[in-house]
């Protein structure tokens, strides 16, 4: 009786045991929240390679839009989750999240929708927008000379786009304590807000982000660069400041810029002025590789942010209106 007991007993143990790891090699490949690097294998087998042609072959015609795609993919995760809320268009009824003065810069929407299309005719309804967006980031990266990555895939697209919700985008006026707290309500760590930053490797401010630094002696900034925003600004607020003196290569320059107090943005050089973040800055600025590998995880940790799954949300058939 009792030898039979524990043979029953190892028995249940064993399949326990059997179970747990099925359920640890799941969260692996699906990971926690549904999403999964497969997700299109047997749906849509090219989505990745039809999203990284068109991406690349835009980038080539213009390569200033890789900094607009990264930052589509930043300002569509912040707002209600990375679901594709940034690409719905207005309707008498509805102001959307694009047209908040916040996001009237942002770039590349062109390069989405020629995805889409070309998705749409190789397996309809099936890619979702937000995974085009997410993917688009990657691939503008890439090109850019930054890591290669690899995103999960399966976000739904929302059916919400408002305004209002944008002002829960970080302004260029915030210092380091109100970006790491900001950063830290998506669970995104001082260290992933760093790292995140350096996205300003690529692209332009406009001098209406950042005019409000040149009213005042800045200590933070430094007094030729401090002439040179004033230049740029002198012809007029949409007058563009590349972010560091390689404005189409993802590297590690923006953080030596903040080291030499010639960051654009107030909200960039208080990475370096605050002494939080400081050494993360030094560290980024000394090891591009070590900027790289962070940057990279922490995009695919913001790409999952808050994503949509199962009937939560839909497969858009048009990105810029809900079904
Ligand atoms: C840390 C808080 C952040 C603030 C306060 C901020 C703010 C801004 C502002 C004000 C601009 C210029 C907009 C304009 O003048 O037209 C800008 C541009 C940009 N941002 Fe951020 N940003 C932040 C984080 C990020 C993150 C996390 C990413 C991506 C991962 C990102 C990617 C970009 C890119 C690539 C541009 C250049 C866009 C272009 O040239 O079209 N930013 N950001």
């Not at 937000?130 to 059916?159: E, H, L, N, T």
């Not at 909200?267 to 400081?278: E, M, N, R, V, W």
Request: glycine share 8%; hydrophobic share 40%.
């Amino acid at each position: 009786m009792r030898s039979l007991s524990s043979v029953k007993m190892v028995g249940g143990n064993f399949l326990s045991v059997i179970l747990l790891m099925e359920i640890i090699v799941n969260a692996f490949i699906f990971g926690v929240d549904g999403l999964s690097m497969n997700y299109y294998l047997m749906s849509c087998p090219f989505a990745d390679s039809i999203v990284k042609n068109t991406v690349n072959s835009a980038l080539q015609d213009d390569p200033t839009l890789a900094a607009g795609l990264i930052r589509m993919h930043f300002h569509d995760c912040f707002i209600e989750g990375c679901d594709g809320s940034i690409l719905i268009d207005s309707t008498k009824d509805n102001t959307a999240e694009k047209d908040s003065p916040a996001n009237l810069s942002l770039r590349g929407y062109e390069i989405i929708d020629e995805a889409k299309e070309k998705l749409e005719k190789q397996c309809p309804g099936v890619v979702s927008c937000a995974d085009i967006i997410a993917m688009a980031a990657r691939d503008a990266v890439f090109w850019a000379g930054g890591p290669v990555y690899d995103i999960p895939k399966g976000r739904k697209d929302g059916r919400r786009s408002k305004i209002q919700d944008t002002r829960n985008l970080p302004p260029p006026i915030f210092n380091a304590s109100q970006l790491i707290q900001m950063f830290g309500q998506h669970g995104l760590s001082a260290q992933e807000m760093v790292a995140l930053s350096g996205a300003h490797t690529l692209g332009v401010a406009r001098c209406s982000s950042f005019k409000s630094r040149l009213s005042a002696v800045d200590k933070d900034l430094d007094s030729d660069f401090a002439k040179t925003l004033s230049k740029t600004c002198s012809a007029g607020d949409n007058a563009e400041q590349p972010f560091d003196a390689t404005r189409n290569t993802f590297d590690n320059v923006y953080y030596n810029g903040l080291q030499s107090k010639t960051g654009v943005l107030a909200s960039d050089q208080t990475l370096y002025a605050s002494s939080i973040t400081k050494n993360i800055v030094n560290g980024y600025a000394f090891n591009q590789a070590m900027f790289f590998f962070d940057f990279q995880r922490a995009m695919v940790k913001m790409s999952r942010l808050d994503v949509k799954e199962g009937s939560k949300g839909e497969v858009r058939q048009n990105c810029h209106k809900i079904n």
